[in-house]
C-alpha cells in the first residue's frame, strides 16, 4: 500500500471544513458580545489597561477593540470592520460589530442543515439590495442650512457617549468646527472672481483664503450661498415626491417573485409607505438641498487641542488656530493686530555641508572671512523676508540667534520647529502660502487673514494664537477639563459628532433612529421573503430580516425594558406602516422618533449594513484555517 504524500506541515495547526466555519462563527460572536452592553444611551463603559500601564476608558466600539489582543483570525477581521467605519462615516462602530456577529449567528443553523454557504450569501447579496432600497425609500431629507436641524441630528448621535451631559455645548463645538472646514461650491466661484489678479486659481484652497478677505465677518454666508439655500428651500415637495417614485418604482422593478399576484401586493404596499415617506417628509418641511459642499476635511484641518485643567465649559471653537508655541526670543511682540504673515518650510541658519566638512585655515584674515560670509548669508536671508514687510514668520526649521537679532531689528516675530500639519492649518486660515526660500518671497505669499495674533499662557505653557480670521477654513477646538482620562474620551466623542456632522452635508439625508430603522429594514425585508424569495434562498434571507433586530433588542435590553414584550409592540407598528417607531434607550419602550427627535444619517446606516452583510460573507466563504503557529502540545 503506497504511503501517504505529506503536503502541508503537520506540525501546524488547521482547522477544515465545518469545523472551521463553526470556529468563525464562534469567534464573531465572541468579539460582538465584548461589545454589546455598549449601545445607546444606557450604555455601560470599559477600562482598558495597556501594556505600558495606561488607562482607556470608553464605550466607543472602535476604542474599546483596538486595544483588545485577539488571536483568532476572525476575530481580526471583526475588529478590522469597526476600523472601517470608524474611517468611513466615524459613526455606528459598535452597531456594525454587533450586526455582523448576528449574521454569522443566524447562519450557523443553515450550515447546520447542510446548506451550501454559497446558496446562503446569494440569499444576503439579495437581502442587503433590497435593504438598501428600503433605506432610501424610508430615509427623509434635510436641509443642512437649518441649525436647529443640524444640532439634534448630532446630539443623537453622542447622546450615547460619555460627553451627553454637556450636549449642547459639546453639539456647537461640533458643528462650528464643520461648518467652518466645509469648503463649497460658492466659496471656489468667489476665489476665481476676486482672486484672478492675485494668486494662481490652480491652487483652489489657498485662493478662497485670499478671496474671502472682502467676505466679511466670520459665518456670514456669502450670497451665492444664501441664494442657493433659498432656491433649495423651495424645492422641498418635488425632492420628496421624486424620492419616493423612484424608491417605488425601484421597489417594483425589484419584486420578482412567480406569483404576480403577490408580487403585485407586495408593490402596491412599498408603494404605499414609500407615499407614507413622501407625505411625512412634506410635513416635516426638510427640505434637500444640493450637496454643494467640495471638502470636509477634518483630519487635516481641525486640531483638537487638549490642555488639562479648567472648566469643561469653557472649551470653545477658535475662529482661527491656536498652537502650542511661543516667540523665539523675549523681546518679540506677543500682540499683533492684522498681522502680516510668511510661512517657510526652510531653516533661518547659515548652510551647513551635506555631510562632514574641513577647512583648513592657515590666515587669521580667512577665518574672520569665514564668520563674516556666514553673516552676510543670514543677513541676506533676512533682508529678503523684511523686503515684503512681515509682522510674523515662521518656519518649521530651525531660526539661529544670529537671525534672530536681525528678524528684531526689523519688528518682525518668528516662531521655529513648526509641525508641517499646523503649518498647513496656520496657511489655510490665514491666507498664506508656504514658500521654500525666502529669495521666492513675494507679495501674494503674505497671508493678511488673520485679524489677531497673541501668545497666552494656560497652565504651565505657552500657546500662540491666530485669531479673528476673516474666513478660516481651518480651525482649532480647544478642549477643557479636569484630567487627561476625560479629555481622551470627549475628544474621541467630538471626532465621532464631527464624522456625523460632515457625512450629513455631503449627503443630507436622515434615517430614524432608537431601532427603528433596523425594525422597519426587519419588517419589511421578512414579508418580502415570504412573496417574493423562492427555493432556499428564502432561509438565509429570512435570517437577514431576524438578525436586524438585534439593535433594537439590544437597545431594549440596556435600558432595562422587556424584550419580549417591547419588540412584539414594535413589530406591530411597523407592520401597521409607523416606520418611525423606535425603542427610547433610556427606558426600553416603544416611541415615536418624529416625537422623541432621535435621527441618524443615512449614509451612517448604509454603511453599517453594507459592512456587517459583507464581512459575515466573506468569513463564511472560509473553509480552512492554518495556522502560523504549532500544535498544542497534547
Excluded at 157 to 177: E, Q, Y
Excluded at 539 to 549: N, R, T
Aim: hydrophobic share 40%.
Amino acid at each position: 500500500m503506497q504511503s501517504p504524500v505529506v503536503v502541508l506541515n503537520t506540525s501546524k495547526q488547521r482547522e477544515s471544513g465545518h469545523k472551521a466555519q463553526m470556529s468563525n462563527i464562534a469567534a464573531g460572536k465572541t468579539v460582538a458580545d465584548v461589545v454589546r452592553t455598549c449601545l445607546g444611551p444606557r450604555a455601560m463603559l470599559k477600562m482598558l489597561l495597556d501594556p505600558m500601564g495606561g488607562i482607556t476608558l470608553t464605550n466607543d466600539g472602535f476604542a474599546i477593540l483596538r486595544e483588545c489582543e485577539v488571536a483568532h483570525p476572525a476575530a481580526k477581521s471583526m475588529i478590522e470592520l469597526s476600523r472601517t467605519q470608524d474611517d468611513e462615516v466615524g459613526d455606528g462602530t459598535t452597531s456594525v460589530i454587533i450586526l455582523a456577529g448576528e449574521m454569522l449567528a443566524i447562519s450557523a443553523p443553515f450550515l447546520e442543515r447542510k446548506i451550501h454557504p454559497v446558496v446562503i450569501l446569494r440569499g444576503f447579496q439579495k437581502a442587503l439590495d433590497d435593504a438598501q432600497t428600503i433605506l432610501r425609500s424610508i430615509a427623509v431629507p434635510v436641509d443642512t442650512n437649518d441649525r436647529d436641524q443640524m444640532l439634534g441630528l448630532i446630539k443623537s448621535a453622542i447622546g450615547t457617549k460619555f460627553v451627553s451631559r454637556w450636549n449642547d455645548l459639546m453639539c456647537n463645538l461640533a458643528l462650528s468646527a464643520v461648518q467652518t472646514v466645509a469648503f463649497r461650491t460658492a466659496d471656489i466661484e468667489a476665489a476665481k472672481a476676486d482672486d484672478s489678479s492675485k494668486m494662481d486659481v490652480d491652487s483652489v484652497p489657498a485662493a478662497a483664503n485670499a478671496a474671502v478677505n472682502t467676505a466679511g465677518a466670520s459665518g456670514a454666508p456669502s450670497a451665492p450661498a444664501a441664494a442657493m439655500g433659498g432656491t433649495d428651500k423651495q424645492a422641498t415637495a418635488p425632492a420628496a415626491t421624486n424620492t419616493a417614485s423612484a424608491a417605488t418604482m425601484s421597489v417594483a422593478t425589484s419584486s420578482t417573485g412567480a406569483d404576480a399576484g403577490a408580487s403585485t401586493a407586495a408593490s402596491e404596499k412599498a408603494a404605499a409607505a414609500a407615499a407614507t415617506a413622501a407625505v411625512t417628509a412634506e410635513d416635516k418641511k426638510s427640505a434637500a438641498p444640493e450637496a454643494d459642499v467640495r471638502e470636509v476635511d477634518i483630519k487635516r484641518f481641525v486640531r483638537i487641542e487638549k490642555v488639562p485643567g479648567g472648566e469643561i465649559e469653557e472649551s470653545r471653537v477658535l475662529d482661527g488656530v491656536m498652537i502650542n508655541k511661543d516667540v523665539v526670543h523675549p523681546k518679540m511682540s506677543r500682540r499683533i493686530e492684522n498681522p502680516r504673515i510668511v510661512l517657510l518650510d526652510c531653516p533661518l541658519e547659515y548652510k551647513k555641508g551635506e555631510s562632514q566638512t574641513n577647512i583648513e585655515v592657515t590666515r587669521e584674515s580667512d577665518w574672520a572671512r569665514i564668520l563674516e560670509i556666514e553673516e552676510e548669508q543670514i543677513k541676506h536671508m533676512c533682508e529678503k523676508i523684511a523686503a515684503v514687510k512681515p509682522d510674523i514668520i515662521i518656519t518649521e526649521k530651525g531660526v539661529s540667534d544670529l537671525a534672530q537679532h536681525f528678524l528684531i531689528k526689523n519688528n518682525i516675530t518668528a516662531l521655529r520647529r513648526m509641525r508641517k500639519t499646523d503649518n498647513n492649518r496656520i496657511a489655510r486660515a490665514t491666507g498664506a502660502k508656504i514658500v521654500s526660500s525666502p529669495d521666492e518671497l513675494k507679495e501674494k505669499d503674505v497671508g493678511t487673514g488673520c485679524g489677531l495674533f497673541s501668545v497666552e499662557k494656560i497652565g504651565d505653557e505657552y500657546f500662540s494664537f491666530f485669531t479673528k480670521c476673516a474666513n478660516p477654513k481651518a480651525c482649532t477646538i480647544l478642549l477643557r477639563g479636569p484630567g487627561k482620562d476625560t479629555l481622551n474620551e470627549i475628544d474621541r466623542n467630538l471626532q465621532d459628532a464631527m464624522c456625523v456632522a460632515r457625512n450629513v452635508l455631503f449627503s443630507p439625508f436622515l434615517c430614524p433612529g432608537g431601532g427603528a430603522t433596523e425594525m422597519a429594514l426587519s419588517v419589511q425585508l421578512a414579508q418580502r421573503a415570504k412573496s417574493d424569495i423562492d427555493g432556499v434562498e428564502q432561509w438565509p434571507y429570512a435570517g437577514v430580516a431576524e438578525a436586524m433586530e438585534v439593535i433594537p433588542r439590544t437597545l431594549i435590553q440596556n435600558g432595562g425594558g422587556n424584550a419580549i414584550r417591547t419588540l412584539t409592540e414594535l413589530r406591530a407598528k411597523h407592520a401597521a406602516g409607523l416606520t418611525t417607531w423606535g425603542v427610547d434607550g433610556e427606558k426600553g419602550v416603544p416611541v415615536d422618533m418624529n416625537d422623541y427627535g432621535v435621527w441618524e444619517p443615512l449614509a451612517v446606516k448604509l454603511q453599517t449594513i453594507k459592512t456587517a452583510i459583507d464581512s459575515a460573507s466573506l468569513l463564511l466563504r472560509v473553509d480552512d484555517i492554518v495556522s502560523g503557529t504549532a500544535k498544542r502540545s497534547e
